[in-house]
């Protein structure tokens, strides 16, 4: 299997509800991060995993938390949801191996709206 | 936050011209990294430079890179009407955790 698959791609919820994001990576791609896009900026790093263990964090609360499974898939849940945090997430994968071109490959994302 | 500061925010040129963005960066870094994004859509990996070179090649894309100076730019050469998209530089401080600025909109007029 090949590419970043991200679910759904647009989702509207209301300000205090709960949501999960879900990301199919690539076979062998044991490093995966959370991105969050918001209009006009650049991604913003929200945590990273690898082999299923949380190896890195950005500036984001604890109501952002995720999990990363054996299969390659991975979530990010977001509770408590406010109207900041609208924007586009983006999931990512990366290969260990030193013969990959030390890129990620992104998903398609999913565009989330709290109203 | 964001590491540092790309320049031009938007850039509009005609086809067949060269495009020429840069980006300035706060920390030291592992490696620095060009993406490309449509339309607010997903992100695709164009090149990356690791912090002990200074110039990289790929197709019709040059990477600079002056640690020195945390500064690096993209070349694009001969450019085409399916350039359009926003250009991000990321830079890879540690274990891949990749800190973008804010891009470059390039538009390619045909």
């Known amino acids: 299997e090949t590419g970043v698959t991200q679910s759904p791609t647009h989702l509207i919820k209301t300000r205090g509800q709960q949501v999960t994001l879900r990301c199919s990576s690539q076979?062998?791609?044991?490093?995966v991060s959370w991105y969050q896009q918001a209009l006009g900026q650049g991604p913003q790093f929200i945590f990273q995993?690898?082999?299923?263990?949380?190896?890195g964090r950005g500036n984001f609360p604890p109501r952002f938390s995720g999990l990363q499974f054996p299969n390659y898939s991975s979530e990010l849940n977001v509770n408590a949801l406010e109207l900041d945090d609208s924007a586009l997430y983006l999931c990512?994968?990366?290969?260990?191996?030193?013969?990959?071109?030390?890129?990620?490959?992104f998903g398609s994302g999913t565009r989330l709206t709290v109203v | 936050s964001q590491q540092g500061e790309e320049d031009p925010q938007a850039l509009s040129i005609q086809e067949g011209e060269n495009a020429t963005m840069n980006c300035s960066y706060k920390?030291?870094?592992?490696?620095l990294q060009w993406y490309r994004q449509n339309s607010g859509r997903g992100l695709v990996h164009l090149i990356l430079?690791?912090?002990?070179?200074r110039e990289k090649h790929s197709g019709r894309l040059r990477v600079t890179l002056d640690t020195s100076k945390k500064s690096s730019s993209l070349l694009i050469t001969a450019s085409r009407a399916a350039d359009t998209a926003s250009y991000f530089c990321?830079?890879?401080?540690?274990?891949?955790?990749?800190?973008f600025g804010q891009g470059t909109e390039l538009s390619v007029k045909p």
């Open positions: 990512a994968s990366r290969s260990d191996s030193i013969l990959g071109n030390g890129g990620y490959t």
């Open positions: 076979s062998g791609h044991n490093t």
């Open positions: 995993y690898y082999r299923e263990e949380e190896n």
């Open positions: 920390t030291s870094i592992n490696n």
């Open positions: 430079i690791r912090s002990n070179e």
């Open positions: 990321a830079t890879d401080a540690w274990g891949g955790k990749l800190i």
